[in-house]
Structures are given as structure tokens and as C-alpha cells.
């Protein structure tokens, strides 16, 4: 079936890091591609976005890639500081309006070593 | 930016307790509002799609009955979960926007003793 997916389950990097965290998503349909990320106790905090047109979008620190060919999403984390210490969650939007839902991936665990 | 409240942060009570969990978004108004359920280190997994005015839709595999929506208004849904047990225990989150990407609630943590 469809479903959206992380490699890895937990990610250790040392403080001032790069960090890359990937996503895999098998529904070529998808065309909207979010980052999240979640904090103890708290609900998922948007990151960064990309729609199916772009391979590449930057924001502050961050930077998402799409690679459409083989089905991989990557957030990437300049470095890294101990407040990114989070779950990161990557989730997949097939119709792309507010009303329509997300399927989320199964998130990875980021640990910042001072 | 927009901002999703969710209420009660936490909940502790009895089994056989029906519990109501609101989700308001507070500065924009959401016709379509989405509620979740995680548990412990795991992902988002979707219940149901909250729609205003109508009824909701749920996923396979969630007990209409059990988790009771209501979105009664623009900015307010809530799910109630009926004669709760402690299979029921989890984090429910709530996420609403006007357009993508959804914003999200807090979550409420449930217990069932």
C-alpha cells in the first residue's frame, strides 16, 4: 500500500553539525511534502514545505530536497544546536487543499551531543 | 500566524468516564479540522476528518461510536471518547488551517486508570 517512511529510527550528531534526516514516500501522486517536528509533550511544529515543481527549498538553517525520481524526501539542519533536539516527522498531502489530510511517516528521533 | 488551542492538556480519570476533548482554532476559521491519535514514540496516526456542519469521517478501523465529533461551529470541534478504558490512554492531537500546512493543537494526554 501507500505509505510514507523514514530510514532510520534515531540520528546522534555533535552540536554545530550538519544533521540529514530522510524521508522515503512510495505515492507518486503526492505533490505537497511537509516537515515537522515535535517536542515532548507538545504537537508537531510546521518546518519547512515543498510542493512537487521544486527540488529544492531553503529556509532558516533549513533546507528541504525532493528528489521525484526515487521517491525521497531529505531535511537538512545547518548547525545543529541542543533546542533541534526533537522528533522530526515527514508527511505527504495528495490533494493539496486545507480540507484534504496528511499521512505522516514514522519519525526519527534527533539528538544533539554537546 | 494561526494558532490551534486544544483543552485539556491532560486528562486523569476513571475507566467507564466519557471524556470531551475540544480543539478551537483561534484566529481563523477552519470548515475542516483533523483529529489524531499517538502513541508513545510512534507517529501521527489519523482518526478522523472533522467537518463543519456535517458529519465526520473516520478512518477504518476507528469506532464511530468510541471517539464521538462534533464541529458544531467555525472555530471549535470536539472528539469525545466514550466509556474510556485504558486501551484509550494516548495522545490525541487536533490540526486545523486555512490552507496547507496545517497547524496543530498541543495535544491532550489521556489517562484511564
Known amino acids: 500500500g501507500e505509505s510514507v517512511g523514514l530510514h532510520l529510527p534515531t540520528l546522534s550528531v555533535q552540536e554545530g553539525d550538519n544533521s540529514i534526516i530522510n524521508c522515503a514516500y512510495s505515492?507518486?501522486?503526492?505533490?505537497?511534502f511537509i516537515w515537522y517536528k515535535q517536542e515532548s509533550g507538545k504537537g508537531p511544529q510546521f518546518i519547512i514545505d515543498?510542493?512537487?515543481?521544486?527540488d529544492k527549498r531553503q529556509g532558516q538553517r533549513v533546507t528541504v530536497l525532493l528528489n521525484k525520481t526515487v521517491k525521497h524526501l531529505s531535511l537538512q539542519i545547518a548547525a545543529t544546536q541542543p533546542g533541534d533536539s526533537a522528533v522530526y516527522f515527514c508527511?505527504?498531502?495528495?490533494?493539496?487543499?486545507?480540507?484534504?489530510?496528511?499521512?505522516f511517516g514514522k519519525g526519527i528521533t534527533l539528538s544533539v551531543r554537546p | 500566524g494561526a494558532v490551534v488551542s486544544q483543552h485539556p492538556s491532560r486528562v486523569i480519570c476513571k475507566s467507564g468516564t466519557s471524556v470531551k476533548i475540544e480543539c478551537r482554532s483561534l484566529?481563523?476559521?477552519?470548515?475542516?479540522m483533523f483529529w489524531y491519535r499517538q502513541f508513545p514514540k510512534k507517529s501521527l496516526m489519523l482518526m478522523a476528518t472533522s467537518n463543519e456542519g456535517s458529519k465526520a469521517t473516520y478512518e477504518q478501523g476507528v469506532e464511530k461510536d468510541k471517539f464521538l465529533i462534533n464541529h458544531a461551529s467555525l472555530t471549535l470541534s470536539t472528539l469525545t471518547v466514550t466509556s474510556a478504558h485504558p486501551e484509550d490512554s494516548s495522545f490525541y492531537i487536533c490540526?486545523?488551517?486555512?490552507?496547507?500546512?496545517?497547524?496543530f493543537g498541543d495535544g491532550t494526554r489521556l489517562s484511564i486508570l
Open positions: 505515492n507518486s501522486a503526492s505533490d505537497y
Open positions: 515543498i510542493r512537487s515543481n521544486m
Open positions: 484566529d481563523f476559521q477552519a470548515t475542516t
Open positions: 490540526s486545523a488551517g486555512v490552507r496547507q500546512p496545517q497547524h
Open positions: 508527511a505527504e498531502n495528495f490533494l493539496g487543499g486545507a480540507n484534504s489530510k496528511l499521512t
